[in-house]
């Protein structure tokens, strides 16, 4: 019969790690917008990098509150110096003077919120901070890891994914197999129509025609199996090089990786930032040419609703909803204000 050390209880980390894997369901099928819509989002986290990224903010949060209040011993009681470490997170400054951005409060906002069943609008809660666009440095001029990456020497990687918007979680496993033509959909399309298909199969074909009805122009597709949320996708090949990228797909065997290493410094953002943009110019409307078709009920003026007019800091700018759309689904998003605010640049 074993010994247990009634004295012994684990740390707040530890504590913080136990409370979100019981509430990681990644890979396990579960349904995001079922889990909204029956209000039982707030207890599950839907992916690992969401996991990881709010078990890395909740263990800044333990350090605080080891540090700052060293009689707490469990989550229950660190319950009440949220707001007052978010305080102290946006006070805090690095060295060159700089504050934490907006963007990095707000995580840490949802971190903990998801940590302790908080609902982002409770009045208690600490407030969201303002995030303006202009105001995002990610991927926006050369930051300090672009001098330890040459483009120039990297010339085949940079273009491969300005021309394919790809991740850098899908760059580093792509694999031959991963490259689909159109007639390769087409064919796999009829396939599947003609047979009693299974849940998973139906999800598969909608994800197909998905990629022929948004991008029917284009011939070549990359396959990513398991993108952000673990969702599958397909995304158009286009641009120059679209067959320089081809043959390179083509040259590598189904199971093997496309690229064997990943540049760490490469601003794989960036070059999906590169990428939304071209795949808007691609498709974009002139805003003249987008037809007044809706009325304004309160004024009784006619409008265009294939219009997006941008806010803040891009007040007044006009775009093409249809082009974003597409822009948005070859990136992985469904959120047209995802691409204004990140990355369509330079209109």
Known sequence: MGY??????????????DRLTTMLHAGEGTSKKEAIADGTDREKIFSYSTYESYFKHCK????????????VTNLKQAKKYVNEWLQARVDQTDKNGKHLSA?????????????????????????????????????RGDAVRDHHFSEKNNDEFVKFCKGTGCRRNIMEKLEGRD??????????????EAKTR?????????????????????????????????????????GDNKKQIVDRMKAT???????????????????????????????????????????????????????YTCRKDESGKKLDKEAMLKASKALGHNRLEVVANNYIRGL
Request: charged fraction near 35%.
């Open 103 to 139: 963007w990095t409060i707000t995580l840490e906002r949802e971190a903990l919120g998801k940590l302790y069943g908080i609902k982002p609008d409770d009045k208690d809660f600490f407030p969201a901070p303002q995030r303006h666009r202009a105001d995002i440095v990610r991927s």
């Open 4 to 17: 247990k050390n009634k004295k012994y209880q684990k740390d707040l980390t530890q504590q913080i790690n």
């Open 253 to 307: 065997k189904p199971d093997e990786k496309v690229w064997q290493h990943v540049p760490g410094n490469a601003d794989i953002h960036g070059y999906r930032g590169a990428y939304a943009t071209a795949i808007y110019k691609m498709y974009a409307r002139p805003i003249e040419e987008i037809p007044y078709d809706r009325t304004n009920k309160g004024t009784g003026r006619r409008f265009q609703s294939g219009v």
């Open 198 to 238: 299974t849940e998973a199969e139906e999800k598969h074909l909608n994800v197909l025609k998905d990629a022929v009805n948004q991008f029917p122009d284009q011939d070549y597709f990359l396959h990513h199996r398991k993108d952000k949320g673990g969702r599958e996708r397909y995304s158009p090949i286009i």
């Open 179 to 192: 490259l689909a033509s159109r007639a390769d959909i087409d064919r796999e399309i009829a396939s599947l």
């Open 60 to 71: 800044y949060f333990s350090r605080y509150v080891r540090e700052n209040h060293p009689e």
